[in-house]
Every structure is written in structure tokens, then in C-alpha cells.
């Protein structure tokens, strides 16, 4: 005797499949709108941190292109070491304008750090790409921050090594090259560099290690300051090691191959 066997008419077959198809899409709609709003929460408020990020940093950019620069996050590094370390954590730094200092100054960090600053935009892309060849080579690290690099890292940002840091400090030099100037940028580098032990800017270094002012620093004074700035805290403008001396006659150099002052005179 043959079964009965029950079979689903095919066109009820497809709607049942219809159905439940359209039950787990509303199932996943559900789901969605359970999650959209922190979703969208979220995203709020990534917009207005990059909205109130963007807005103060431009209005600290401009408003330091005219004030002094009278504190930088290195010198409060450096201050807040010393004093756990128990050691003199006074701040040596005397903020001058350009036109206060020895354009033999500004000429000696130019040859010494960053020859190609009156020309580029902010990076020396060839010097990066030099340095990140040589650093693959598992050498000690080499870097090719401009000098407009190192301005705004030493006033907008604290040192050590990130990825994070790296990319402010690309912003940050990109916002300076085009609303501050070059000029403004040599005279900030000019008085917030490190110069010795506790000591920031050329005038500082002047007075501490020449006894006048930076409006009065010779050629050789100048290229001593600028031989130091690779490593200030290991190296002595008041007492040159030999390569010290060697850096500093290598400088001069350098300062007259580029052609003297005329080489910055239109920044």
C-alpha cells in the first residue's frame, strides 16, 4: 500500500521562504537600529573633537606668530627632570627678535642643520629618504627633521619617538610653514633651541658662554653654537671637545660655501 506522503503546494513553498527571508532582514534591522545610535554617538563626537582639535590649534598657530615664545615643553621637561633629580633646575632663556640676533647666528644653524630651509616647504624629502635608508641598515638612528620640523615639535609638542607624535609634528609644520614664514620660524628655532645644560636660545648661550649679547656673535662664535645643537647636554660651547672644534671649522665652511648672509637675507 503506498505512503500518503504530505507535500507542500510550491507556491505556498515560496511564500513560506519569502517570509522567512523577510524575517531575518527585520531581525538585522533591528539589530541596526539597536546599534545606530551609539554608532552615530560615536561619530558626533569624533567630528567635534577634530572640529574644537582643528580650530584651537590654528588659533595657537596664530597667535604665536607675534608673541614671544616664552615656554616650550622641552624646558618644562627639562625643568621637572632636574628637580627629581635634585640637581640646578633653573631655565637659562631670553627671548630677542630677529633682528636682535647676528644673522651669522641664523646662517650657522642653516648650514649646520637644514641647508635647504629657505627653499623647501617644511620636509626635506631627500634627507628623509637617506635616513630611512640608513636606519634599515640597522645603524644608529639617523633623523632629517628641517628646521622647521624641529620648531614644531620643540613648541607644539614633547619629545620621544611615536607614531602619533610624528604625524602632529607634520601638521603642526605644514600650519607654521604657511602662516608663519620662514623668518618667524628661524627666529622661534633661534630662541627656543637647545644650546648646553638648562640653557635655550643663541641669546642665552651667548651670554652664558661668550659674555654679550647674540647681536655680537662673531662667525666662529656662531658655528660653535650651531656645532653643539645635535646633542646639547653631551656636547660644550664653553669647553669644545676636538669634535666640537672639527664641527665647528666644518660649519664655517659651509657658511661660506652657501655665500655668507646674503644666502638668508630674503627669507
Known amino acids: 500500500m503506498a505512503k500518503n506522503t504530505f507535500r507542500t503546494p510550491p507556491q505556498e513553498e515560496k511564500t513560506n521562504k519569502k517570509r522567512t527571508v523577510q524575517s531575518s532582514l527585520n531581525d538585522d534591522i533591528d539589530v541596526s537600529n539597536k546599534r545606530h545610535p551609539i554608532v552615530q554617538l560615536v561619530i558626533s563626537y569624533c567630528i567635534k573633537f577634530l572640529i574644537y582639535f582643528f580650530s584651537i590649534s590654528l588659533a595657537w598657530v596664530l597667535v604665536l606668530k607675534f608673541v614671544p615664545i616664552w615656554v ?17 633646575s633653573e631655565i637659562h632663556s631670553d627671548w630677542e627678535p630677529y633682528e636682535n640676533i ?5 646662517l650657522a644653524v642653516v648650514a649646520s642643520e637644514d641647508q635647504l630651509f629657505p627653499q ?7 634627507a628623509m629618504w637617506g635616513a630611512f635608508r640608513h636606519n634599515l641598515k ?11 620640523q624641529q620648531v614644531a615639535k620643540n613648541v607644539f609638542l614633547w619629545q620621544g619617538r611615536s607614531y602619533v607624535r610624528k604625524v602632529l609634528e607634520v601638521y603642526f609644520t605644514f600650519l607654521i610653514e604657511v602662516i608663519w614664514g620662514k ?16 640653557t635655550f636660545g643663541v641669546e642665552a648661550a651667548a ?4 659674555g654679550h649679547s647674540a647681536k655680537l656673535i662673531n ?13 646639547p647636554n653631551r656636547f660644550s660651547i664653553a669647553n669644545p ?12 665652511r659651509q657658511m661660506r660655501g652657501l655665500g655668507g648672509k646674503a644666502y638668508i637675507a630674503d627669507l
Open 241 to 252: 671637545s676636538k669634535y666640537v672644534q672639527k664641527r665647528t671649522n666644518f660649519i664655517m
Open 138 to 148: 640597522g645603524k644608529k638612528i639617523k633623523g632629517a627633521s628641517t628646521i622647521s
Open 207 to 210: 651670554l652664558r658662554y661668550y
Open 72 to 88: 616650550t615643553p622641552t624646558m618644562i621637561d627639562r625643568k621637572v627632570t632636574a628637580i627629581f633629580e635634585g640637581r640646578d
Open 183 to 198: 623668518e618667524r620660524i628661524l627666529e622661534v628655532y633661534l630662541n627656543v633651541a637647545e644650546t648646553g645644560k638648562m
Open 120 to 126: 623647501h616647504l617644511g620636509f626635506d624629502f631627500n
Open 219 to 231: 662667525r666662529a662664535e656662531a658655528a660653535r653654537i650651531a656645532a653643539v645643537l645635535p646633542s
Open 102 to 106: 647676528s644673522k651669522e647666528a641664523a
